[in-house]
């Protein structure tokens, strides 16, 4: 059995109105208000008022996306969503919160298994634009399951697709940036050289390389305008940007034959002293190959030339992975791959010539 990846992603694309969206808030004027501002996009809406009858409807019936007010009556929305991941792994959950609830639960909403918050706001133009993403996200993640269901039918076709489905899947974020394409392409090879020169097995060296390709695919899930702005970013968006460890991770999350490459595609970004996303891990609580993904991911940035900045040079670059190791990055790993700058470094300019 063939199966046509391109025209799989074609068959995909779903009416809006096969996805359903829930929304779940005690303030039946807000509800209205959502209702009359999505009327036009299709999608399939449902509302509840009440917490527990929302984790009902949910536990009952399939949903794709829900919009939850983070201050609900009888249980707040934290707990909501607390019970709902006892069950439902897959829903898309987009927090809603007033502007002070914000400021004073920051902290707690960031650790939530959520893919996105945003302010109430009258015109709720940034929760549109966090559905219109949210339901690409979902599309994908239904694109990868429908694939890695007909692939179970052989151990041979699985093998086969693998690197196809992977390299479909990051051309929908190539599209978006092209700096994703080299990045990824250079971020793989050299988590590779490192990853070799440390005599890891070659089952954890093919990991680097499909995870290095796929570690930016939540990009996917960021809006246009953020993720290509020529300036720099606000902290606002700079927290969207962050997002997209998290929801990389939750768009292979149901697929089998991605589960081993989500700690690098989530851990990416955490930091050796604890200060990184999106779990704040520290030290070797930090998965292996992520540690080794950050350190590539680290360097081929400060290589890359930006529209705000020109690339960094090899000698300031390689001082500058010297003050990460041990905050930012393994100080374990940072050595190794200075050690294949000082003397493999012909090795890094073939994959930079390459891409």
Same mark, same amino acid.
């Given at each position: ?8 992603? %074609? ?35 449902? $509302? ?19 919009? #939850? ?31 002070? =609830? ?18 109430? =706001?009258?015109? +709720? ?22 694939? @890695?269901?007909?692939?179970? %039918? ?6 086969? !697709?693998?690197?196809?489905?992977? =390299? ?6 190539? !599209? ?21 020169? /440390?005599?890891? $097995? ?10 290095? #390709? +796929? ?9 246009? =305008?953020?993720? #290509? ?25 149901? !697929? ?32 292996? #190959? !992520? ?10 940035? /400060? ?23 041990? @905050? ?28």
């Amino acid at each position: 059995m063939k199966i046509d990846i391109n025209r799989k992603i %074609e068959n995909n694309s779903l009416p809006n109105n096969m996805y359903k969206i829930i929304i779940v808030d005690d303030d039946i004027e807000i509800i209205k208000s959502l209702y009359i501002h999505l009327k036009d996009t299709g999608y399939n809406l449902t $509302s509840v008022t009440d917490s527990i009858d929302a984790i009902e409807k949910v536990r009952n019936e399939h949903f794709d996306l829900m919009i #939850l007010d983070f201050n609900m009556p009888k249980i707040n929305g934290s707990e909501v969503i607390e019970e709902i991941r006892k069950f439902n792994k897959e829903l898309y959950i987009l927090l809603f919160a007033e502007h002070k =609830e914000l400021l004073s639960s920051i902290d707690i909403i960031r650790q939530l298994d959520i893919q996105g918050y945003c302010e109430k =706001e009258n015109d +709720f133009d940034q929760l549109f634009l966090l559905i219109q993403y949210g339901i690409k996200s979902v599309a994908q993640m239904n694109l990868i399951k429908s694939i @890695n269901s007909e692939l179970q %039918e052989s151990k041979e076709m699985l093998e086969k !697709a693998y690197l196809e489905t992977i =390299e479909t899947l990051r051309y929908t974020v190539e !599209a978006k940036d092209y700096y994703t394409r080299g990045h990824s392409d250079r971020v793989s090879d050299y988590s590779v050289l490192i990853g070799k020169k /440390m005599n890891l $097995s070659d089952e954890d060296i093919e990991k680097l390389h499909i995870g290095g #390709l +796929f570690h930016d695919i939540g990009k996917i899930g960021i809006p246009d =305008e953020i993720l #290509l702005k020529n300036d720099s970013l606000t902290t606002e968006e700079y927290s969207e940007i962050k997002k997209h460890a998290s929801i990389g991770a939750h768009i292979l999350s149901n !697929a089998t034959l991605f589960k081993e490459l989500i700690p690098i595609v989530k851990y990416h970004h955490e930091r050796y002293d604890g200060k990184g996303y999106p779990e704040n891990l520290k030290g070797e609580n930090i998965p292996l #190959l !992520a540690r080794i993904t950050s350190v590539a991911d680290t360097f081929d940035a /400060m290589m890359s030339k930006r529209s705000y900045r020109n690339a960094l040079s090899l000698e300031h670059i390689k001082q500058e992975l010297k003050n990460c190791s041990g @905050n930012q990055l393994d100080p374990n790993i940072v050595p190794i791959f200075l050690d294949i700058l000082e003397n493999e470094y012909d090795k890094v300019k073939e994959i930079q010539n390459k891409y």
